[in-house]
């Protein structure tokens, strides 16, 4: 018979490409939606845009927040890919706002596919999890084995959710009787083709750039990897015997936002007024946040290079990735395909 996977936040940027890698692979899908009526249409429609067969996918209601159609969505599935969490372009001014869903919905999700008897689940954390300890020499490389220290107060409340989230995952297999395998996936800014117009924060950002919101780039650089990789990694990572109880970062070089400005330039030569022009210095990034939100979440980063090894997801997992020039190149792409930039 045909195994079942849970995909939650079936209607996110990344949710769509592993639903669209689970069906070329064979696998019937379960998506997780907060309302099914104003999103299952569109899942489909998006995910048959990555060119698989996507009529079948079944689309069922599950908010992060609440504790309803957890356990139903579970029943009778035998991977789950925890996906859903919330990431938005503007820093809330509580943390409690994205940890309330991040790490209790990934709770909910766990304890469904517990009592569901789910063999194993692959949980999408990210390299902020990773990359933001504290007492680290300049240069240091981050590997599978850095965490995020969340008593920083410089960090902001999306990258303590997500590290506190997948903190509380793996707490929660460690003491739960009958747990699920657990295996977490750590991907940097993820670029690569939308889907549809619904843009994930990591593809806002480069419509905002084609757009000229951005004249001038703040000096923040971060690792890079193509959704599409992203999506390949869930998929392995959900069967491969030896990826139980690890987790990988998914990540492959990294880019500047300067040097994403460039690359969109590259690719759609008529954006090249709109994409920023220069680098900003740091200080005058320091003022401007006073005034616009936006860019209070990258002050700690400025000038700060983080860089990521993959060996992990390359060697265990057997996996290529693309570079970052090409994730930028197929979002920036797939944004004019969109017509929204
Ligand atoms: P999207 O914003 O496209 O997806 C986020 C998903 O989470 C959406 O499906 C959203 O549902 C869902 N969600 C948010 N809040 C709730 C809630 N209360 N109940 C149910 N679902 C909820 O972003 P991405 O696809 O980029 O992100 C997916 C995951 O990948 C997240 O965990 C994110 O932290 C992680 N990640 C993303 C990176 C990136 O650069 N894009 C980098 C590293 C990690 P709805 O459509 O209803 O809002």
């Known amino acids: ?13 990344i949710a769509k ?7 070329r692979n064979g696998y019937r899908v379960r998506g997780t939606v907060r309302d099914p009526v104003r999103s299952a249409e569109n899942v489909k429609r998006a995910v048959a845009r990555a060119g698989v067969e996507a009529s079948g996918i079944e689309i069922v209601a599950a908010d992060l927040l609440k504790d309803e159609g957890w356990a139903a969505a579970a029943q009778g599935c035998r991977y789950m890919l925890h996906v859903a969490s919330p990431f938005p372009i503007t820093q809330p001014n509580s943390r409690e706002e994205l940890i309330a869903p991040a790490r209790g919905g990934a709770l909910r999700a766990l ?3 517990t009592k569901a008897g789910i063999e194993r689940v692959v949980l999408t954390s990210s390299t902020v999890a990773v990359m933001y300890g504290s007492g680290l020499p300049h240069g240091h490389i981050y590997t599978e084995s850095d965490w995020t220290d969340t008593s920083r107060t410089d960090i902001t409340p999306y990258i303590a959710s997500k590290t ?5 995952t793996w707490d929660y ?3 739960t009787q009958n747990a699920p395998e657990l295996v977490v996936v750590n991907p940097g800014f993820v670029q690569g083709p939308a889907l549809d117009p619904d843009l994930s924060t990591s593809l806002e950002v480069l419509q905002l750039m084609g757009k000229g919101a951005y004249p001038a780039a703040p000096r923040v650089e971060f690792p890079v990897v193509d959704v599409r990789d992203v999506a390949a990694i869930h998929v392995k990572a959900m069967t491969h015997p030896a990826a139980a109880g690890e987790r990988f970062l998914a990540t492959e070089g990294s880019a500047s936002l300067f040097g994403i400005g460039r690359c969109i330039a590259d690719e759609l030569p008529d954006l090249k007024g709109k994409v920023p022009k220069f680098e900003m210095p740091d200080l005058m990034v320091r003022a401007l946040a006073v005034f616009d939100k936006r860019l209070r979440s990258v002050l700690p980063e400025l000038g700060v290079v983080r860089r990521c090894d993959n060996t992990k997801a390359r060697t ?4 290529t990735f693309r570079p970052p020039e090409e994730a ?6 797939s944004l004019r395909k969109l017509k929204v930039i």
């Open 1 to 13: 018979m045909t195994d079942t996977v849970l995909v939650t936040g079936a209607t996110g940027f």
């Open 17 to 23: 490409h592993c639903i669209a890698e689970l069906l």
């Open 111 to 113: 304890t469904a596919a």
């Open 164 to 168: 506190l989230a997948e903190k509380a």
């Open 173 to 175: 297999v460690a003491k």
């Open 316 to 319: 265990v997992l057997g996996h």
């Open 328 to 333: 930028i190149a197929a979002a920036a792409r």
